[in-house]
Protein backbone atom coordinates (compact mmCIF):
# COMPACT_ATOMS: atom_id res chain seq x y z
CA UNK A 1 0.00 0.00 0.00
CA UNK A 2 1.48 3.52 -1.02
CA UNK A 3 2.42 5.73 1.96
CA UNK A 4 -0.74 8.17 0.64
CA UNK A 5 -3.32 5.47 0.61
CA UNK A 6 -2.13 4.65 4.13
CA UNK A 7 -2.07 8.62 5.36
CA UNK A 8 -6.00 8.57 4.07
CA UNK A 9 -6.86 5.23 5.63
CA UNK A 10 -5.36 6.34 9.32
CA UNK A 11 -7.45 9.50 8.93
CA UNK A 12 -10.97 7.39 8.38
CA UNK A 13 -9.83 5.53 10.91
CA UNK A 14 -9.14 8.19 13.21
CA UNK A 15 -12.61 10.16 12.51
CA UNK A 16 -14.45 6.70 12.87
CA UNK A 17 -12.70 6.29 16.31
CA UNK A 18 -13.64 9.64 17.95
CA UNK A 19 -17.36 9.35 16.30
CA UNK A 20 -17.41 5.70 18.41
CA UNK A 21 -16.17 7.83 21.37
CA UNK A 22 -17.96 10.44 21.09
CA UNK A 23 -21.50 8.22 20.62
CA UNK A 24 -19.83 5.68 23.65
CA UNK A 25 -19.97 8.77 26.21
CA UNK A 26 -23.41 10.26 24.65
CA UNK A 27 -24.90 6.85 24.17
CA UNK A 28 -25.60 7.48 20.66
CA UNK A 29 -23.31 5.19 18.89
CA UNK A 30 -25.16 4.36 15.78
CA UNK A 31 -26.09 8.17 15.07
CA UNK A 32 -22.22 9.37 15.95
CA UNK A 33 -20.91 6.43 13.32
CA UNK A 34 -23.86 7.42 10.70
CA UNK A 35 -22.63 11.04 10.82
CA UNK A 36 -19.20 10.06 10.36
CA UNK A 37 -19.42 7.67 7.40
CA UNK A 38 -21.82 10.39 5.67
CA UNK A 39 -19.25 13.00 6.75
CA UNK A 40 -16.42 11.26 4.86
CA UNK A 41 -18.37 10.03 1.94
CA UNK A 42 -19.16 14.26 1.50
CA UNK A 43 -16.29 15.18 1.56
CA UNK A 44 -14.61 12.44 -0.58
CA UNK A 45 -17.89 13.26 -3.07
CA UNK A 46 -16.63 17.39 -2.78
CA UNK A 47 -12.90 16.43 -3.60
CA UNK A 48 -14.09 14.47 -6.24
CA UNK A 49 -16.35 17.03 -7.87
CA UNK A 50 -13.45 19.62 -7.66
CA UNK A 51 -11.26 17.04 -9.43
CA UNK A 52 -13.90 17.04 -12.29
CA UNK A 53 -14.48 20.46 -12.28
CA UNK A 54 -10.51 21.37 -12.35
CA UNK A 55 -10.43 18.52 -15.36
CA UNK A 56 -13.04 19.84 -17.39
CA UNK A 57 -12.94 24.11 -16.90
CA UNK A 58 -11.30 26.73 -15.94
CA UNK A 59 -8.07 25.55 -14.38
CA UNK A 60 -7.19 29.02 -12.58
CA UNK A 61 -11.08 29.35 -11.29
CA UNK A 62 -11.05 25.36 -10.16
CA UNK A 63 -7.78 24.65 -8.02
CA UNK A 64 -7.47 20.57 -8.16
CA UNK A 65 -7.96 18.93 -4.85
CA UNK A 66 -5.43 18.49 -2.40
CA UNK A 67 -4.82 15.77 0.33
CA UNK A 68 -3.41 12.60 0.25
CA UNK A 69 -4.45 9.91 -2.35
CA UNK A 70 -5.66 12.87 -4.34
CA UNK A 71 -1.66 14.49 -4.76
CA UNK A 72 -1.16 10.99 -6.26
CA UNK A 73 -3.75 11.87 -8.68
CA UNK A 74 -3.14 15.45 -9.71
CA UNK A 75 0.35 13.94 -10.21
CA UNK A 76 -0.65 11.38 -12.25
CA UNK A 77 -2.58 12.97 -14.50
CA UNK A 78 0.15 15.61 -15.03
CA UNK A 79 2.11 12.77 -16.80
CA UNK A 80 -0.14 11.81 -18.34
CA UNK A 81 -0.81 15.51 -20.09
CA UNK A 82 2.71 15.74 -20.72
CA UNK A 83 3.33 12.28 -22.21
CA UNK A 84 0.49 13.60 -24.19
CA UNK A 85 1.79 17.21 -25.69
CA UNK A 86 4.93 15.05 -25.88
CA UNK A 87 3.17 12.94 -28.30
CA UNK A 88 1.61 15.62 -30.15
CA UNK A 89 4.54 17.61 -30.89
CA UNK A 90 5.98 14.12 -32.36
CA UNK A 91 2.88 13.36 -34.15
CA UNK A 92 3.07 16.96 -35.41
CA UNK A 93 6.84 17.06 -36.61
CA UNK A 94 5.80 14.20 -38.67
CA UNK A 95 3.32 15.11 -40.28
CA UNK A 96 4.72 18.34 -41.32
CA UNK A 97 8.07 16.24 -42.35
CA UNK A 98 5.68 14.27 -44.41
CA UNK A 99 4.19 17.26 -46.09
CA UNK A 100 7.04 18.87 -47.09
CA UNK A 101 8.25 15.27 -48.58
CA UNK A 102 4.78 14.93 -50.34
CA UNK A 103 5.33 18.83 -51.46
CA UNK A 104 8.69 18.25 -52.84
CA UNK A 105 7.59 15.42 -54.87
CA UNK A 106 7.67 15.93 -58.46
CA UNK A 107 4.77 13.61 -58.96
CA UNK A 108 0.86 14.58 -58.18
CA UNK A 109 -0.26 13.08 -55.40
CA UNK A 110 -4.28 13.43 -54.31
CA UNK A 111 -6.14 11.60 -51.40
CA UNK A 112 -9.60 10.52 -52.88
CA UNK A 113 -12.27 9.54 -49.58
CA UNK A 114 -14.96 6.99 -49.67
CA UNK A 115 -17.31 8.92 -52.21
CA UNK A 116 -14.49 10.23 -54.73
CA UNK A 117 -14.22 13.16 -53.15
CA UNK A 118 -10.72 15.40 -52.88
CA UNK A 119 -9.33 15.33 -49.29
CA UNK A 120 -6.01 16.41 -49.72
CA UNK A 121 -3.73 16.92 -52.73
CA UNK A 122 0.25 18.25 -52.73
CA UNK A 123 1.37 21.24 -54.52
CA UNK A 124 2.28 19.02 -57.90
CA UNK A 125 -1.28 18.17 -58.58
CA UNK A 126 -1.69 22.43 -59.18
CA UNK A 127 0.28 22.45 -62.12
CA UNK A 128 -0.38 18.47 -63.54
CA UNK A 129 -3.52 18.47 -62.68
CA UNK A 130 -5.23 21.91 -61.96
CA UNK A 131 -6.19 21.09 -58.18
CA UNK A 132 -5.51 23.85 -55.24
CA UNK A 133 -6.07 22.33 -51.66
CA UNK A 134 -7.07 26.20 -51.14
CA UNK A 135 -10.27 25.45 -53.27
CA UNK A 136 -11.22 22.21 -54.24
CA UNK A 137 -11.11 20.04 -51.00
CA UNK A 138 -14.31 18.53 -50.73
CA UNK A 139 -15.54 18.40 -54.27
CA UNK A 140 -16.02 15.11 -56.29
CA UNK A 141 -12.73 14.39 -58.22
CA UNK A 142 -14.56 13.23 -61.42
CA UNK A 143 -15.73 16.92 -61.10
CA UNK A 144 -12.01 18.37 -61.13
CA UNK A 145 -10.79 15.85 -63.80
CA UNK A 146 -12.95 14.82 -66.45
CA UNK A 147 -11.02 13.24 -69.34
CA UNK A 148 -13.21 9.95 -70.01
CA UNK A 149 -10.98 7.97 -69.99
CA UNK A 150 -9.44 8.87 -66.16
CA UNK A 151 -12.93 8.60 -65.10
CA UNK A 152 -13.25 4.96 -66.66
CA UNK A 153 -10.33 4.29 -64.91
CA UNK A 154 -11.33 5.53 -61.67
CA UNK A 155 -14.64 3.81 -61.68
CA UNK A 156 -13.29 0.37 -62.98
CA UNK A 157 -11.15 -0.22 -59.47
CA UNK A 158 -8.40 -1.62 -61.18
CA UNK A 159 -6.07 -1.16 -58.48
CA UNK A 160 -2.27 -1.64 -60.19
CA UNK A 161 -2.88 -0.45 -63.52
CA UNK A 162 -2.35 3.02 -64.91
CA UNK A 163 -3.89 5.17 -67.05
CA UNK A 164 -2.45 7.69 -69.56
CA UNK A 165 -4.57 11.27 -70.32
CA UNK A 166 -3.65 14.53 -71.17
CA UNK A 167 -3.19 17.25 -68.75
CA UNK A 168 -6.38 19.27 -67.81
CA UNK A 169 -3.85 22.05 -67.23
CA UNK A 170 -1.47 21.74 -70.77
CA UNK A 171 -2.88 19.42 -73.89
CA UNK A 172 1.05 19.32 -73.96
CA UNK A 173 1.50 17.58 -70.89
CA UNK A 174 0.95 13.50 -70.89
CA UNK A 175 0.36 12.36 -68.03
CA UNK A 176 0.21 9.14 -66.60
CA UNK A 177 -1.97 7.80 -63.57
CA UNK A 178 -2.27 5.53 -60.67
CA UNK A 179 -4.36 4.50 -58.14
CA UNK A 180 -3.40 2.66 -54.57
CA UNK A 181 -6.31 1.63 -51.87
CA UNK A 182 -5.31 3.05 -48.42
CA UNK A 183 -7.39 2.86 -44.97
CA UNK A 184 -11.21 2.68 -44.44
CA UNK A 185 -12.15 2.92 -48.83
CA UNK A 186 -9.69 5.72 -49.18
CA UNK A 187 -7.46 6.11 -52.22
CA UNK A 188 -4.40 7.54 -53.23
CA UNK A 189 -4.10 9.04 -56.63
CA UNK A 190 -0.43 9.64 -58.06
CA UNK A 191 0.05 10.93 -61.49
CA UNK A 192 3.40 11.56 -63.01
CA UNK A 193 4.42 13.46 -66.06
CA UNK A 194 5.66 11.85 -68.79
CA UNK A 195 5.62 14.16 -71.85
CA UNK A 196 9.53 13.58 -72.30
CA UNK A 197 8.76 9.66 -72.78
CA UNK A 198 6.08 9.84 -75.32
CA UNK A 199 8.48 12.49 -76.55
CA UNK A 200 11.33 10.29 -77.10
CA UNK A 201 9.10 7.59 -78.04
CA UNK A 202 7.47 10.00 -81.04
CA UNK A 203 11.24 11.09 -82.13
CA UNK A 204 12.36 7.25 -82.36
CA UNK A 205 9.59 6.29 -84.42
CA UNK A 206 9.97 9.57 -87.03
CA UNK A 207 13.82 8.88 -86.77
CA UNK A 208 13.33 5.08 -88.25
CA UNK A 209 10.41 6.21 -90.62
CA UNK A 210 12.58 8.61 -91.90
CA UNK A 211 15.36 6.96 -92.30
CA UNK A 212 13.27 3.84 -93.74
CA UNK A 213 12.03 6.27 -96.05
CA UNK A 214 15.42 7.95 -97.48
CA UNK A 215 16.30 4.55 -97.75
CA UNK A 216 13.90 3.07 -99.77
CA UNK A 217 14.57 4.61 -103.24
CA UNK A 218 18.09 4.31 -103.60
CA UNK A 219 17.27 0.59 -102.66
CA UNK A 220 14.85 0.51 -105.37
CA UNK A 221 17.51 2.10 -107.98
CA UNK A 222 19.97 -0.59 -106.64
CA UNK A 223 17.31 -3.68 -107.09
CA UNK A 224 16.46 -2.52 -110.73
CA UNK A 225 19.97 -1.94 -112.04
CA UNK A 226 20.70 -5.62 -111.09
CA UNK A 227 18.00 -6.68 -112.67
CA UNK A 228 19.02 -4.89 -115.60
CA UNK A 229 22.40 -6.45 -115.03
CA UNK A 230 21.16 -9.79 -114.60
CA UNK A 231 18.92 -9.89 -117.61
CA UNK A 232 21.50 -8.44 -120.24
CA UNK A 233 23.78 -10.90 -122.20
CA UNK A 234 26.59 -8.68 -122.14
CA UNK A 235 30.00 -11.08 -122.32
CA UNK A 236 31.46 -8.18 -120.29
CA UNK A 237 29.29 -9.91 -117.20
CA UNK A 238 30.56 -13.33 -117.66
CA UNK A 239 31.36 -14.94 -114.50
CA UNK A 240 29.49 -11.82 -112.60
CA UNK A 241 26.07 -13.90 -112.38
CA UNK A 242 26.88 -15.78 -109.01
CA UNK A 243 27.15 -12.48 -107.21
CA UNK A 244 24.75 -9.98 -109.24
CA UNK A 245 22.23 -12.71 -107.96
CA UNK A 246 23.46 -12.14 -104.36
CA UNK A 247 23.78 -8.69 -104.79
CA UNK A 248 19.84 -8.33 -105.84
CA UNK A 249 18.79 -10.80 -102.68
CA UNK A 250 20.32 -8.89 -100.54
CA UNK A 251 19.04 -5.40 -101.74
CA UNK A 252 15.35 -7.50 -101.54
CA UNK A 253 15.89 -8.49 -98.54
CA UNK A 254 16.87 -4.71 -97.22
CA UNK A 255 13.58 -3.38 -99.26
CA UNK A 256 11.66 -6.35 -97.41
CA UNK A 257 12.54 -4.92 -94.03
CA UNK A 258 12.28 -1.38 -94.91
CA UNK A 259 8.56 -1.72 -96.37
CA UNK A 260 8.16 -3.66 -92.86
CA UNK A 261 9.67 -0.22 -90.46
CA UNK A 262 7.71 1.90 -92.54
CA UNK A 263 4.36 -0.14 -92.35
CA UNK A 264 5.40 -0.86 -88.26
CA UNK A 265 5.57 3.21 -88.40
CA UNK A 266 2.05 3.93 -89.66
CA UNK A 267 0.54 1.23 -87.71
CA UNK A 268 1.93 3.25 -84.49
CA UNK A 269 0.70 6.40 -85.83
CA UNK A 270 -2.62 6.92 -84.56
CA UNK A 271 -3.50 9.97 -86.63
CA UNK A 272 -3.87 8.26 -90.14
CA UNK A 273 -5.95 5.28 -89.00
CA UNK A 274 -7.66 4.14 -91.65
CA UNK A 275 -11.72 3.61 -91.66
CA UNK A 276 -13.03 0.70 -90.44
CA UNK A 277 -14.86 -1.54 -93.21
CA UNK A 278 -16.74 -4.48 -92.64
CA UNK A 279 -14.05 -7.69 -94.13
CA UNK A 280 -15.52 -10.64 -95.54
CA UNK A 281 -12.71 -13.23 -93.36
CA UNK A 282 -13.66 -16.20 -94.91
CA UNK A 283 -12.50 -14.81 -98.65
CA UNK A 284 -9.78 -13.17 -97.35
CA UNK A 285 -8.46 -16.27 -95.61
CA UNK A 286 -9.16 -18.32 -99.23
CA UNK A 287 -6.91 -15.56 -101.04
CA UNK A 288 -4.03 -15.81 -98.61
CA UNK A 289 -4.36 -20.04 -98.52
CA UNK A 290 -4.00 -19.75 -101.87
CA UNK A 291 -1.23 -18.08 -101.61
CA UNK A 292 0.55 -20.09 -98.76
CA UNK A 293 -0.27 -23.31 -100.92
CA UNK A 294 2.44 -21.28 -103.84
CA UNK A 295 4.88 -20.89 -101.25
CA UNK A 296 4.52 -24.24 -99.80
CA UNK A 297 5.17 -25.22 -103.35
CA UNK A 298 6.80 -28.94 -103.75
CA UNK A 299 7.00 -28.95 -99.91
CA UNK A 300 4.02 -30.91 -99.76
CA UNK A 301 2.06 -29.48 -96.57
CA UNK A 302 -0.82 -30.59 -95.67
CA UNK A 303 -3.21 -26.76 -95.67
CA UNK A 304 -6.60 -26.86 -94.25
CA UNK A 305 -8.96 -23.82 -93.89
CA UNK A 306 -12.33 -23.91 -91.88
CA UNK A 307 -13.90 -20.62 -91.56
CA UNK A 308 -17.60 -19.60 -90.68
CA UNK A 309 -18.89 -17.90 -94.53
CA UNK A 310 -20.91 -16.04 -92.21
CA UNK A 311 -18.47 -14.21 -90.39
CA UNK A 312 -17.79 -11.01 -90.89
CA UNK A 313 -15.25 -8.42 -88.99
CA UNK A 314 -15.37 -4.85 -89.13
CA UNK A 315 -11.89 -3.71 -90.08
CA UNK A 316 -9.02 -2.45 -92.25
CA UNK A 317 -9.07 -4.86 -94.84
CA UNK A 318 -5.38 -4.16 -95.85
CA UNK A 319 -3.79 -4.26 -92.41
CA UNK A 320 -5.92 -7.83 -91.32
CA UNK A 321 -4.49 -9.67 -94.65
CA UNK A 322 -0.74 -8.46 -93.79
CA UNK A 323 -1.76 -10.09 -90.07
CA UNK A 324 -3.22 -13.15 -91.05
CA UNK A 325 -0.45 -13.81 -93.91
CA UNK A 326 2.27 -12.86 -91.47
CA UNK A 327 0.87 -15.87 -89.54
CA UNK A 328 0.26 -18.18 -92.14
CA UNK A 329 3.65 -17.60 -94.00
CA UNK A 330 5.52 -18.13 -91.10
CA UNK A 331 3.54 -21.62 -90.37
CA UNK A 332 4.64 -22.78 -94.04
CA UNK A 333 8.38 -21.46 -93.23
CA UNK A 334 8.54 -23.32 -89.69
CA UNK A 335 6.85 -26.25 -90.51
CA UNK A 336 9.19 -28.92 -92.10
CA UNK A 337 8.06 -30.74 -95.57
CA UNK A 338 4.80 -32.42 -95.33
CA UNK A 339 3.34 -30.69 -91.98
CA UNK A 340 -0.11 -30.05 -91.34
CA UNK A 341 -1.44 -26.48 -91.52
CA UNK A 342 -4.69 -25.78 -90.06
CA UNK A 343 -6.61 -21.87 -90.46
CA UNK A 344 -10.13 -21.35 -88.45
CA UNK A 345 -12.23 -18.27 -88.09
CA UNK A 346 -14.85 -18.76 -85.36
CA UNK A 347 -16.94 -16.85 -82.90
CA UNK A 348 -17.59 -17.94 -79.26
CA UNK A 349 -18.78 -16.17 -76.27
CA UNK A 350 -15.56 -14.30 -75.95
CA UNK A 351 -15.65 -12.80 -79.04
CA UNK A 352 -14.00 -13.76 -82.84
CA UNK A 353 -11.01 -15.64 -83.39
CA UNK A 354 -8.72 -16.56 -86.13
CA UNK A 355 -6.39 -19.54 -85.07
CA UNK A 356 -3.23 -20.64 -87.36
CA UNK A 357 -1.93 -23.75 -86.32
CA UNK A 358 1.00 -26.05 -87.32
CA UNK A 359 2.72 -29.17 -86.13
CA UNK A 360 6.28 -27.52 -86.90
CA UNK A 361 9.18 -26.88 -85.15
CA UNK A 362 8.10 -25.14 -82.74
CA UNK A 363 9.37 -21.81 -79.71
CA UNK A 364 10.67 -23.04 -76.33
CA UNK A 365 8.83 -21.43 -73.91
CA UNK A 366 11.09 -19.00 -72.47
CA UNK A 367 10.92 -17.58 -76.67
CA UNK A 368 7.00 -16.67 -76.16
CA UNK A 369 6.82 -13.38 -74.37
CA UNK A 370 9.64 -11.73 -76.56
CA UNK A 371 8.24 -13.08 -79.82
CA UNK A 372 6.35 -9.91 -81.19
CA UNK A 373 9.95 -7.29 -80.22
CA UNK A 374 11.30 -6.32 -83.21
CA UNK A 375 13.93 -8.13 -84.70
CA UNK A 376 13.50 -10.63 -82.27
CA UNK A 377 14.30 -14.66 -83.84
CA UNK A 378 14.59 -17.55 -82.14
CA UNK A 379 17.02 -17.83 -84.47
CA UNK A 380 18.27 -15.69 -86.61
CA UNK A 381 20.13 -17.65 -89.44
CA UNK A 382 17.08 -19.79 -89.98
CA UNK A 383 14.87 -16.93 -90.44
CA UNK A 384 17.01 -15.09 -92.93
CA UNK A 385 17.86 -18.42 -94.93
CA UNK A 386 13.92 -18.51 -95.35
CA UNK A 387 13.65 -14.69 -96.33
CA UNK A 388 12.58 -12.90 -92.58
CA UNK A 389 12.72 -9.59 -91.44
CA UNK A 390 11.68 -10.51 -87.85
CA UNK A 391 9.21 -7.70 -88.09
CA UNK A 392 6.25 -9.98 -89.22
CA UNK A 393 4.93 -10.63 -85.62
CA UNK A 394 5.83 -7.12 -84.17
CA UNK A 395 3.44 -5.88 -87.07
CA UNK A 396 0.82 -8.36 -85.90
CA UNK A 397 0.71 -7.47 -82.92
CA UNK A 398 0.05 -3.70 -83.48
CA UNK A 399 -2.67 -4.28 -86.19
CA UNK A 400 -4.57 -6.42 -83.72
CA UNK A 401 -4.11 -3.44 -81.10
CA UNK A 402 -5.66 -1.18 -83.27
CA UNK A 403 -8.60 -3.19 -83.60
CA UNK A 404 -9.15 -3.76 -79.59
CA UNK A 405 -7.81 -7.21 -80.37
CA UNK A 406 -4.83 -9.55 -78.80
CA UNK A 407 -2.25 -12.12 -80.30
CA UNK A 408 -1.74 -15.55 -78.17
CA UNK A 409 0.79 -17.80 -78.71
CA UNK A 410 0.91 -21.26 -77.92
CA UNK A 411 3.61 -23.74 -78.89
CA UNK A 412 5.81 -26.51 -77.46
CA UNK A 413 9.38 -27.50 -78.73
CA UNK A 414 8.84 -29.60 -81.64
CA UNK A 415 5.30 -30.36 -81.37
CA UNK A 416 4.38 -27.21 -83.35
CA UNK A 417 2.67 -24.03 -82.74
CA UNK A 418 -0.75 -22.28 -82.22
CA UNK A 419 -1.32 -18.62 -83.01
CA UNK A 420 -4.85 -17.09 -82.12
CA UNK A 421 -5.99 -13.60 -83.07
CA UNK A 422 -8.66 -12.47 -80.77
CA UNK A 423 -11.22 -9.71 -81.72
CA UNK A 424 -13.79 -8.43 -79.16
CA UNK A 425 -17.17 -9.58 -80.09
CA UNK A 426 -18.69 -6.18 -80.98
CA UNK A 427 -16.72 -5.91 -84.18
CA UNK A 428 -18.82 -9.17 -85.65
CA UNK A 429 -20.92 -7.22 -88.85
CA UNK A 430 -24.15 -9.40 -90.34
CA UNK A 431 -22.70 -9.96 -93.62
CA UNK A 432 -26.42 -9.75 -95.11
CA UNK A 433 -26.70 -5.56 -93.91
CA UNK A 434 -22.94 -4.60 -93.30
CA UNK A 435 -23.68 -3.56 -89.47
CA UNK A 436 -22.05 -4.82 -86.46
CA UNK A 437 -24.18 -6.53 -83.66
CA UNK A 438 -24.23 -3.32 -81.80
CA UNK A 439 -25.77 -1.05 -84.68
P1 LIG B 1 10.56 -13.62 -88.93
O1 LIG B 1 10.55 -12.68 -90.06
O2 LIG B 1 11.93 -13.91 -88.41
O3 LIG B 1 9.75 -14.83 -89.16
P2 LIG B 1 8.51 -12.95 -87.07
O4 LIG B 1 8.34 -11.72 -86.23
O5 LIG B 1 7.45 -13.27 -88.03
O6 LIG B 1 9.91 -12.78 -87.74
O7 LIG B 1 8.69 -14.18 -86.10
C1 LIG B 1 9.61 -14.06 -85.02
C2 LIG B 1 10.19 -15.44 -84.70
O8 LIG B 1 9.15 -16.28 -84.19
C3 LIG B 1 10.72 -16.17 -85.91
O9 LIG B 1 12.05 -15.80 -86.14
C4 LIG B 1 10.58 -17.61 -85.52
O10 LIG B 1 11.70 -18.02 -84.80
C5 LIG B 1 9.39 -17.63 -84.57
N1 LIG B 1 8.16 -18.13 -85.25
C6 LIG B 1 7.18 -17.40 -85.80
N2 LIG B 1 6.21 -18.20 -86.25
C7 LIG B 1 6.58 -19.47 -85.97
C8 LIG B 1 5.98 -20.77 -86.19
N3 LIG B 1 4.79 -20.91 -86.79
N4 LIG B 1 6.65 -21.84 -85.74
C9 LIG B 1 7.84 -21.71 -85.12
N5 LIG B 1 8.45 -20.52 -84.89
C10 LIG B 1 7.83 -19.42 -85.31
Known amino acids: MSRSWWLLWRRLAALFLSAALLGAITGTLLPCLLAAALGGLGWQLWRLDRLDRW ?18 IQEHIARLRRQSRKRKRKLSRLLAQFQQAAAALPDAAVLIGEDDRLLWCNGASQPLLGLASSRDLGLPITHLLRHPDFVAFLNQRRNGDSVEFPSPVDDGLSLSARIAPYGKKQRLLLA ?31 AGYLETLLDCDDLALAGWEQPLRRMQQQSGRMLHIVEDLLLLARLESQKERPPLKPVNIPALLADIVEDITAL ?16 WLLGCEKELHSAFANLAFNAVRYTPVGGRIEIGWFADHHGLHLTV ?32 TGLGLSIVKHILNNHGGQLRIESQLGAGSVFTCD ?17
Open 55 to 72: LRGDREANPPPTGPVWDG
Open 357 to 388: VDNGEGIAPHHLPRLTERFYRVNRDRSRSSGG
Open 423 to 439: FPGELRVNPACGKTEAE
Open 296 to 311: SGDQGHQIQIAADAGL
Open 192 to 222: TDISRIRRLEQMRREFVANVSHELRTPLTVI
